[in-house]
């Protein structure tokens, strides 16, 4: 087994500590990959202090992951020692089923997630990237273009493809009207793909203080959703709303903006249900209400491409490890423009004062003993 050290959460309440683990040896068709830099999702957030009911502690977060490839069985081809490298949600699926087949391995009912998920090779609890190593199946590894800003890569392993394809999905593009829901670790990223897409874009926000920002990431329009005048003025009239917002609030006040045959799509996730939303809007203009999870290995690879082929990366906050729990604390508080991501060098800090103690103890005990 090899020996890896992460931060780690034991229970609902309390902070991530530092944490020694082991993770399966390389396999004839894994990928071992040291851990460069790690997003921070807000799911981490929600999994860590179990918002969702079912998780399984100690929990090592993270499934936006980048680095650099250390080592590679003697079945992989697709890799080498020294590629850059990325892992996302999922290391693992049943690979027979349809949505498998399909290459839509984020609808497969036995889909391995990167943390917290059982694990087929280990028969534990799988580990995510708030640590220093990661071993992954190769079909599970993505190819990250040298041409990015690395650190500002990471995201896209989560925010990026979670945006990218039910924009994808739904056709976004040239002559299209779309409204982004919220502008937070997803919402930029949705703003971006949209714009790039050659989407008109309007932006839909709590906080006017995001306004130059959304400009900025290619917003069209900027609508403070609590002003009823500005959101009148947009009744009817998109195509698609992408509905970014992980905490629960009232649909209606955008099913309502909805032309005929509009669909609003949701990807945030909230700890408690939203308000249901009224039936007689959504059939009285045959509009849609639906959600998307993230995508395949193909779609997320098709993703990079294109970010690479656009220059598009992420908004981040570069942070230490040791800074995570006050990260969390200020994702609660919206405190972040538009990504923490974890430079894991500083787990090498980490390590090195634990061979010290370690040192310091160790000559404690000899002194002791004479």
């Known amino acids: 087994m090899l020996k890896n050290i992460g931060y780690a959460a034991h229970d609902s309440k309390t902070p991530l ?14 990928v071992l990959i040291e851990i460069q830099y790690c997003g921070v999702c807000h799911s981490d957030l929600h999994q860590v202090r179990d918002d969702w009911a079912g998780s399984t502690y100690p929990i090592v977060p993270g499934h936006e992951i980048v680095g650099r490839v250390l080592k590679v069985g003697n079945e992989v081809d697709e890799f080498k020692s020294g590629d850059l490298a990325g892992v996302g949600c999922l290391v693992d699926s049943c690979r027979l089923c349809t949505e498998c087949n399909e290459h839509l391995e984020q609808f497969c009912d036995s889909a391995v997630f990167t943390y917290n998920s059982p694990d087929k090779h280990t028969g534990k609890m799988t580990y995510g990237g708030y640590s220093n190593q990661i071993v992954v199946d190769k079909r599970f590894v993505l190819r990250i273009s040298h041409r990015l800003d690395l650190a500002a890569t990471a995201p896209l392993l989560c925010a990026g493809i979670t945006t990218y394809s039910p924009l994808r999905h739904w056709n976004v593009g040239k002559g299209d009207k779309v409204g982004i829901v919220g502008l937070g670790g997803l919402g930029h990223m949705a703003v971006k793909f949209a714009h790039a897409f050659g989407a008109h874009v309007v932006l839909f926000t709590t906080s006017p203080g995001k306004t130059e920002d959304a400009k900025r990431l290619g917003a069209d329009e900027i609508v403070i959703s609590k002003n009823p005048d500005e959101m009148k003025q947009h009744l009817k009239s998109l195509d698609f709303i992408l509905n970014t917002v992980a905490a629960a609030h009232d649909l209606d006040q955008y099913t309502a903006l909805l032309k005929r045959d509009g669909t609003m799509c949701l990807v945030g996730v909230p700890g408690s249900p939203h308000p249901s939303p009224s039936i007689g809007n959504l ?10 999870l993230i995508g395949g290995l193909k779609e997320t690879q098709e993703m990079l491409d294109f970010c690479a082929e656009h220059n598009i990366t992420s908004d981040i906050e570069l942070i230490p490890i040791q800074q995570i729990n006050v990260a969390f604390e200020r994702m609660l508080k919206s405190d972040v423009k538009y990504r923490f991501v974890i430079d894991l060098a500083s787990m090498e800090t980490l390590a090195s004062q634990e061979n010290q103690e370690s040192l310091e103890s160790l000559d404690s005990g000899v002194g002791a003993a004479n």
């Open 283 to 292: 059939i009285f203009k045959r509009r849609s209400l639906a959600g998307s």
């Open 17 to 30: 500590v530092p944490f020694n683990f082991e993770r399966r040896e390389v396999g004839a068709q894994d």
